[in-house]
């Protein structure tokens, strides 16, 4: 059964970096979309990135293009969010998920069967 452990959160200035890591066990991700989701208090959760199954597709919300990345490494079946030029709003438990499927990937929460248990981000001065 797969299972996903996200890590890497932290306090950060405004302009800094962190780098999240999504760490899957019991079965390999090669199959999966995953996406990267994020919760602040008072919000519902919320898309961020995902990345397609053979990570040639990724999509980024309006918000965080160009300063987060998001890649996969499928030999050590973690999947990374690199995110620089951290501000106040990007505050928030960012959480991983797991989608069964051939193609591309989505901002559909409810099409991922697996979460993780977040980490969170804390951007302030």
């Known amino acids: 059964q797969l299972q996903l452990v996200e890590s890497g959160g932290g306090l950060v200035h405004p302009g800094g970096s962190l780098r999240l890591s999504c760490a899957a066990s019991?079965?390999?991700?090669?199959?999966?979309?995953m996406g990267w989701f994020r919760q602040a208090p008072g919000e519902e959760r919320g898309g961020v990135s995902c990345i397609s199954p053979r990570g040639d597709i990724t999509y980024y919300k309006e918000f965080v293009k160009d300063r987060f990345t998001v890649s996969r490494d499928d030999t050590k079946n973690i999947v990374y969010l690199q995110m620089n030029s951290l501000e106040p709003e990007d505050t928030a438990v960012y959480y991983c998920?797991?989608?069964?499927?051939?193609?591309?990937?989505?901002?559909?929460?409810?099409?991922?069967?697996?979460w993780g248990q977040g980490t969170q981000v804390s951007v302030s001065s």
């Open positions: 019991g079965v390999t991700l090669d199959a999966y979309a």
């Open positions: 998920g797991a989608e069964l499927r051939v193609l591309g990937c989505t901002w559909n929460d409810w099409a991922y069967e697996t």
